[in-house]
């Protein structure tokens, strides 16, 4: 029976793989830092996106880039240049930190998980982004969105306050991730979690509806109420 369950969890986590990654290249955003592998602007636009909508931010992110295309540059720019530039994304205090990163990473952008997390405003998913997205590194990312798909899909769930500090749910990303292609494969989950696996589910228009155990449940409940 063991093995049989085993047998069963495996071949999920194929066909999760394989279903995501077909959708997500048909339908996955398209945001202007996923077409840089440069540290610092992958950075700056991770920091960016904290506790921001995220189509609030490529506007903001480009004319950044255009007139600091360094994090020398960004960290040298006048505050009352550039404090205009970022109030539209809200949160003072975390803009005014933006600076402060840039100026930590003047001289480059840490390439260790250790270096990363030293950095102002850099936690860890932050930290596993920038090294999957800029540096290659075969790395899972776990934001709110992904947990929450980890959870309808049956791979995790935390009942801790802070659900993101679960390393459970870390390990659980790191399974689902596949040998190959993670920079797609982190995008595609965070895109699914953002467009179709939201806090009010789009079950229907889901690429994981027949493997997904909640997509199923919904898709029930919908029948019996018709």
């Known amino acids: 029976m063991a093995q049989t369950q085993e047998t069963d969890h495996a071949r999920q986590v194929r066909?999760?793989?394989?279903?995501?990654?077909?959708?997500?290249?048909?339908?996955?955003?398209?945001?202007?830092w996923r077409h840089t592998r440069d540290p610092?602007?992958?950075?700056?636009?991770?920091l960016m996106l904290q506790r921001t909508r995220a189509d609030l931010v490529p506007r903001i992110y480009e004319e950044a880039m255009r007139r600091y295309p360094t994090a020398r540059d960004f960290a040298e720019a006048p505050w009352e240049e550039l404090?205009?530039?970022?109030?539209?994304?809200?949160?003072?205090?975390?803009?005014?930190r933006l600076q402060q990163a840039a100026r930590e990473c003047a001289?480059?952008?840490?390439?260790?998980?250790?270096?990363?997390?030293?950095?102002?405003?850099?936690?860890?998913?932050?930290?596993?982004?920038?090294?999957?997205?800029?540096f290659g590194r075969r790395v899972a990312v776990v934001d709110p969105s992904v947990i929450r798909v980890l959870a309808r899909?049956?791979?995790?769930?935390?009942?801790?306050?802070?659900?993101?500090?679960?390393?459970?749910?870390?390990?659980?990303?790191d399974e689902?991730?596949?040998?190959?292609?993670?920079?797609?494969?982190?995008?595609?989950i965070l895109d699914l979690g953002g467009?179709?696996?939201?806090?009010?589910?789009?079950?229907?228009e889901c690429p994981l509806l027949p493997?997904?155990?909640?997509?199923?449940?919904?898709?029930?409940?919908a029948l019996s109420k018709s």
Do not use: I, Q
């Not at 899909?153 to 990303?173: K, Q, V």
């Open 15 to 32: 066909s999760v793989r394989r279903a995501l990654l077909r959708w997500f290249r048909s339908s996955g955003r398209d945001f202007p």
């Open 40 to 46: 610092w602007a992958v950075l700056l636009a991770e």
């Open 83 to 96: 404090e205009p530039l970022l109030r539209p994304l809200g949160y003072h205090h975390r803009n005014a």
């Open 107 to 134: 001289n480059g952008v840490p390439r260790t998980m250790a270096g990363l997390l030293g950095v102002t405003g850099v936690g860890r998913y932050a930290a596993t982004a920038t090294l999957c997205f800029a």
């Open 153 to 173: 899909l049956g791979f995790g769930e935390s009942l801790r306050a802070r659900p993101r500090d679960d390393p459970s749910l870390w390990d659980a990303a």
């Open 176 to 188: 689902l991730l596949p040998p190959s292609a993670a920079r797609e494969w982190n995008y595609a």
């Open 195 to 204: 467009m179709v696996c939201r806090p009010k589910p789009r079950c229907p």
């Open 211 to 221: 493997v997904c155990p909640t997509g199923r449940e919904t898709a029930v409940a």
